[in-house]
C-alpha cells in the first residue's frame, strides 16, 4: 500500500541518490554528488534557506527522499517508479538515456531536478504574476538552459524568490544566479514555464525553437511537470484552452469566468498594493488616531465592475 505524502515533517530531508540505468551517466557519482553538495551550501540555501543532506545509496531508507537515475521512462514503469515513494517520500528520476539523446547533461538534469524537488517536493505551488496568470514555482525551468561548473562538474541555473516577485521593476533585483534573467515570471529564449488560469494547465516557450525541441526531442513522460499539468487539468477537465503555441498575453485572455476574474483583479490589486506609496504617510502605522483627517485610502482599481474584463 502506497501511503499518502509523508514529507516535510518537521526536519529537512536526507536525499539517496540511486543508480539503476545500464547507459553511462558520462559523469562519476561521487564527483556529481560532492558538486551538488557546494551547489547547495555555497549557492542555493543561502539563498533559499532549505538544505539537505546527500548520500548515495541503492538502498533508501523508508523516510529518504530519492533522485533515482534510469535509462528512460518505459525502465521506470517497468521498475514500478512514480511520483511518490510507497513510504510516501518525493521521488525524482533523471532518464539518463534519453537525456543525453536530447544533447543534454546528465549532471545538469540532476541538479535540475534537485534544486526543484527540494523547494516544492509535490510539486503543487504556483505563484501570481501581475497578469493574473499563475506560474508553477519550479527554480529552473524558465533558466534550464543555463549552466555553470562547480569543480569541473556542469551543474544548472536556478531562479531567485524574487523571479515570482511580480512588483519589482525590471532590473532592480538579481532574478537568478547567472544573471541573466532581467524580470520577473521572464522566460529566457531556451526555456519554459508552466501557467495556469485558474482552470487548466499548460506551457509557454521562451522560443518556437525550444517548442519544437520540447515536443519533438525532449522525453517528458513521468516527469514532474508532466505530474503537475495533470493534477492541475484534472481539476478543471471542463475547460479546454487553445492548442497552438499561446503566449502569457493570449492566455490572459482566455480567463474570462467569474472565478478567473477574481483571481485576476486579486493579483492586479495586490501588485497595485506593492507599488503604492503609503497612502496614510507619516507616524506609527499601527497608531491610526495620529493620522490627519484629510488622510485616506486610494483604490488602486478605480471605477468599473470588477468582473468585466
Known amino acids: 500500500m502506497i501511503r499518502a505524502a509523508a514529507f516535510n515533517q518537521g526536519k529537512f530531508p536526507t536525499i539517496t541518490f540511486a543508480n539503476l540505468a545500464k547507459t553511462p551517466l558520462e559523469v562519476d557519482l ?8 557546494k551547489q547547495l551550501e555555497r549557492d ?23 533522485i533515482v537515475f534510469l535509462d528512460d521512462s518505459d525502465a521506470a514503469d517497468a521498475l ?4 511518490l515513494t510507497k513510504d510516501g517520500q518525493p521521488v525524482s528520476k533523471v532518464f539518463v538515456k534519453s537525456t543525453i539523446a536530447a544533447g543534454e547533461k546528465v549532471s545538469v ?47 544548472s541555473n536556478f531562479v531567485y524568490p524574487s523571479f515570482f516577485e511580480s512588483w519589482h521593476k525590471p532590473r532592480s533585483v538579481q532574478f537568478d544566479h547567472l544573471n541573466k534573467v532581467s524580470k520577473p515570471f521572464q522566460t529566457l529564449k531556451n526555456g519554459y514555464q508552466i501557467v495556469s488560469n485558474g482552470s487548466a494547465a499548460r506551457e509557454i516557450f521562451g522560443s518556437r525553437h525550444k517548442e519544437r525541441h520540447f515536443h ?9 511537470s508532466e505530474y503537475r ?32 476574474a477574481v483571481l485576476h483583479h486579486a493579483g492586479r490589486l495586490l501588485t497595485e498594493l506593492a507599488a503604492m506609496v503609503d497612502p496614510l504617510p507619516g507616524g506609527d502605522p499601527f497608531e491610526l488616531a495620529r493620522r490627519g483627517p484629510e488622510s485616506r485610502v486610494v483604490d488602486p482599481l478605480p471605477g468599473g465592475d470588477p468582473f468585466e474584463l
Not at 561521487?30 to 553538495?37: D, F, N, S, T
Not at 542555493?44 to 530519492?66: H, R, T
Not at 534537485?114 to 505551488?125: R, S, T, Y
Request: charged share 25%; hydrophobic share 40%; net charge negative.
Open 109 to 155: 538534469t540532476t541538479s535540475h531536478e534537485l534544486l526543484e524537488m527540494l523547494i516544492d517536493p509535490g510539486a503543487q505551488m504556483w505563484a501570481q504574476g501581475g497578469n493574473g496568470l499563475f506560474y508553477a514555482y519550479e527554480m529552473c525551468d524558465a533558466v534550464e538552459d543555463g549552466e555553470y561548473e562547480i569543480d569541473g562538474i556542469a551543474v
Open 30 to 37: 561521487k564527483k556529481l554528488v560532492a558538486a551538488l553538495e
Open 216 to 224: 519533438e526531442v525532449e522525453d517528458r513522460t513521468m516527469h514532474r
Open 229 to 260: 499539468k495533470r493534477i492541475a487539468n484534472v481539476r478543471a477537465a471542463r475547460v479546454n484552452l487553445p492548442t497552438a503555441l499561446v503566449t502569457e498575453t493570449r492566455l490572459a485572455a482566455d480567463t474570462r469566468t467569474p472565478r478567473a
Open 80 to 83: 514500478g517508479y512514480h511520483d
Open 44 to 66: 542555493f540555501v543561502p539563498i533559499w534557506g532549505y538544505p539537505a543532506k546527500l548520500q548515495i545509496s541503492d538502498k533508501p531508507k523508508p523516510n529518504e527522499w530519492q
